[in-house]
C-alpha cells in the first residue's frame, strides 16, 4: 500500500474505531438507539445532531432488514390520499421535499404516468392527483398533466394500447433505501454520534425502581458483551419491536403486525423511456409499480400478513405470480418467471390495530410513539419517508421522560453525509456516492487495478469494495453486494458470480485468511439462490481471486 493510499486505511467510519468508545466503562450516554434500519438511524441522527450523546446498535448490518427492501419511492402516498388519511400524506409530501434537499446524491423526482382505460378513471385520477400537488405546497414538484392515448404510449412504449384511452402523468420521488441508511449511519458519526452494525442487544438493563437505564450488548463478531448504561433507551427496531418490548415486559401484546412485501426485478426493456408506471388500484386492492431503478424496472408490491418477522423473508409463490401476471395485463410484452433477475421480500412494521382490519392495507402507515412504565421509549410504524419526522418526535419524547437538556431539532436543514450543492453533482455510476465520489477516484489513481469492473454488466469497480470495508462499515460479502452495491437486488445470478472477487477484496482490507473467503462465498451463494426463481452456482472459473 502506498504512502497516500495510507491515509484512508483508518477512518472515523471504521467499525473499530466506533467500537473504542463502548470501553469507557463510566460513560453515560443520554441516548441509546437500538435499531439501525431508517427509524433508529433517523433517530441517531437527530439526537447527535442535538448534541446528545447517542449510542446506535443494529444487531445485523445496517438496513438488513425491511429498510432496504422497499420500492425505492420517496412519496406522499397516493393510495393513503384516496383512503382519506390526508394527514400522512401532507406529512410525507413536506418529508418528501425535505429528502431531495438534504439528500440530492440519493434522492431525485421521478415522473409517473398512470394509464387509463375508462375516462372515468382519467378524471377521477387527475382530480385526485391534482389535490395532491396542491397538498404538497411549495414542495410541489412538477404540475400533474391528463395525457391523451397518443402521448401515454410514447412516454409508456410497451403499455397495452387496446382499450387505451389517455392516463395522467404526475411527480414524486425515487432513492436507494440502503444507500441512504448507510449515509444516515455516516451522518450520525459526524454528528458525534456512535453507530455500530453487528451488536446485537441482549438485555434492558434496569435499575432498583424497575426503570430501564441500559442495555446489555454483545458484539456478533468476537462474542464479547458490553454493559452500557443510557438516560434514554429507544427501541427503534421495526418489525422486531415486539421482541425488545418483550425484554421489557414479558407477555405483553404485540405492538406491531407485519405485512410482507414482494418485489421482483427484470430487465429495462419492459419499461423504456424514463418514466414508470403505476397501477392503482390491483384486484387485491393495492397499488402496483413499474419502476426504473439502476439500469433495471422494479415491479412490486404485494401485501401478505405474517405472523413471524425475519430477517430474511422469502417470497411466496403466489406473491411473485400476483406481481407478473398484474403487469402483464398492462404490458405489451409480457414478464414471465424466466423474465426474473432478483426477488426480494420485506416486511412492513404496519402499527397494530386496537381493532382487527379486514387486511393490512387498511392499517395506518402512521407511526406510534409508546413510552412503557419502565420509561422503554418505543417508535413503530411509519414508513421511509417520514423517517425524520418519527425521529424529531421521538427525540423530542426523550428528552421528557429522561429529563435531558432542552435542545430544537435541526435535521430538517442537515443535509445527509454525500450531499453535494447543485453546482458539484456528481454524474455517472458513482453519482449516488456524492462527495464521497472523489475518494473513491483516488483510491483508482493510486492503484489503477482498482479500476476494472467487478462484472461486465455492471458499473461498479474494485475501489467501492475497498471504500466500503474502510469508509462504509462493511463486514461481509452480502453487505457488500446486498446493500452497498444492490447487485443481489438488481441480478442475483450477477451477484454470485462477483462474490469470489469481492470476497478476496474485502479479506485483503480486513485481515481474514482463504477459509474465510471461501465460506464468505458460500453462505452468500445460498443465501443469494434464495432470490433466483431457480438455484445457481458461480461458474467454475470465477474462483476466488488473489488480490
Not at 260 to 281: C, E, T, W, Y
Request: charged share 20%; with cysteine.
Amino acid at each position: 500500500m502506498s504512502g497516500n493510499e495510507k491515509k484512508y486505511k483508518v477512518s472515523l467510519f471504521d467499525r473499530s474505531v466506533q467500537k473504542h468508545a463502548l470501553q469507557q466503562k463510566d460513560l453515560v450516554w443520554d441516548v441509546i438507539v437500538i435499531g439501525g434500519g431508517a427509524t433508529g438511524l433517523g433517530v441517531g441522527v437527530d439526537a447527535a445532531s442535538r448534541g446528545y450523546r447517542t449510542l446506535l446498535l443494529e444487531q445485523a448490518d445496517f438496513a438488513k432488514g425491511t429498510s432496504s427492501r422497499s420500492t425505492k419511492l420517496v412519496h406522499g402516498g397516493v393510495r393513503y390520499l384516496g383512503q382519506g388519511d390526508i394527514r400522512l400524506v401532507y406529512e410525507a409530501l413536506h418529508e418528501r421535499g425535505l429528502l431531495l434537499q438534504n439528500a440530492p446524491h440519493l434522492v431525485r423526482m421521478q415522473p409517473f404516468v398512470i394509464p387509463s382505460y375508462t375516462w372515468w378513471s382519467k378524471m377521477f385520477y387527475g382530480f385526485g392527483l391534482k389535490v395532491y400537488d396542491w397538498m404538497a405546497g411549495r414542495y410541489r414538484l412538477q404540475k400533474t398533466t391528463l395525457l391523451d392515448k397518443k402521448t401515454v404510449a410514447r412516454l409508456l412504449p410497451n403499455v397495452r394500447k387496446e382499450g387505451l384511452k389517455g392516463g395522467i402523468e404526475y411527480y414524486d420521488g425515487q432513492f436507494d433505501d440502503a444507500r441512504l441508511a448507510v449515509n444516515m449511519a455516516q451522518t450520525c458519526i459526524e454528528q458525534g454520534g456512535v453507530a455500530l452494525n453487528y451488536m446485537k442487544v441482549t438485555t434492558l438493563l434496569k435499575n432498583g425502581e424497575g426503570k430501564v437505564c441500559g442495555v446489555k450488548a454483545c458484539d456478533t463478531e468476537t462474542g464479547q458483551e458490553y454493559e452500557l448504561k443510557a438516560k434514554a433507551v429507544i427501541n427503534a427496531t421495526g418489525v422486531f419491536v415486539n421482541d425488545v418490548l418483550q425484554m421489557d415486559a414479558p407477555g405483553q401484546q404485540p405492538l406491531v403486525r407485519p405485512s410482507q412485501g414482494v418485489h421482483v426485478v427484470i430487465n429495462r426493456s419492459f419499461l423504456k423511456g424514463d418514466n414508470a408506471l403505476m397501477l392503482p388500484k390491483t384486484p387485491d386492492g393495492r397499488v402496483l409499480f413499474a419502476v426504473p431503478w439502476h439500469g433495471h424496472v422494479l415491479l412490486g408490491t404485494t401485501d401478505t400478513p405474517l405472523n413471524n418477522p425475519s430477517l430474511e423473508p422469502t417470497a411466496l409463490e403466489s406473491e411473485i405470480d400476483f406481481i407478473l401476471q398484474t403487469a402483464g395485463q398492462y404490458l405489451e410484452e409480457k414478464p414471465t418467471r424466466k423474465d426474473v433477475l432478483s426477488v426480494f421480500a420485506g416486511l412492513r412494521p404496519l402499527a397494530a390495530p386496537t381493532k382487527d382490519a379486514a387486511s393490512t392495507k387498511e392499517i395506518s402507515r402512521s407511526h406510534k410513539l409508546i413510552v412503557a412504565p419502565s420509561g422503554l421509549i418505543t417508535i413503530t410504524g411509519g414508513k421511509w419517508t417520514t423517517y425524520r419526522k418519527m425521529a424529531e418526535d421521538t427525540v423530542d419524547k426523550a428528552m421528557a421522560v429522561a429529563g435531558l437538556p432542552l435542545h430544537p431539532c435541526s435535521t430538517a436543514n442537515l443535509p445527509i453525509h454525500g450531499a453535494l450543492n447543485e453546482k458539484n453533482n456528481i454524474l455517472g455510476p458513482l453519482s449516488i456516492y456524492g462527495a464521497d465520489a472523489e475518494g473513491i477516484r483516488e483510491l483508482v489513481s493510486f492503484n489503477s487495478s482498482l479500476g476494472e469492473k467487478l462484472h461486465q454488466d455492471f458499473p461498479d469497480v474494485r475501489a467501492e469494495v475497498v471504500w466500503a470495508v474502510r469508509h462504509e462499515m462493511a463486514r461481509t460479502v452480502e453487505d457488500v453486494l446486498a446493500r452497498r452495491l444492490r447487485v443481489l437486488f438488481l441480478d442475483a445470478k450477477a451477484a454470485i458470480d462477483m462474490a469470489p472477487r469481492v470476497a478476496a477484496l474485502m479479506a485483503a482490507e480486513l485481515g481474514r485468511d482463504d477459509a474465510w473467503q471461501q465460506q464468505q462465498v458460500k453462505e452468500f451463494t445460498a443465501l443469494a439462490n434464495h432470490y433466483l426463481l431457480e438455484p445457481y452456482q458461480a461458474k467454475a472459473t470465477a474462483a476466488v481471486d488473489q488480490v
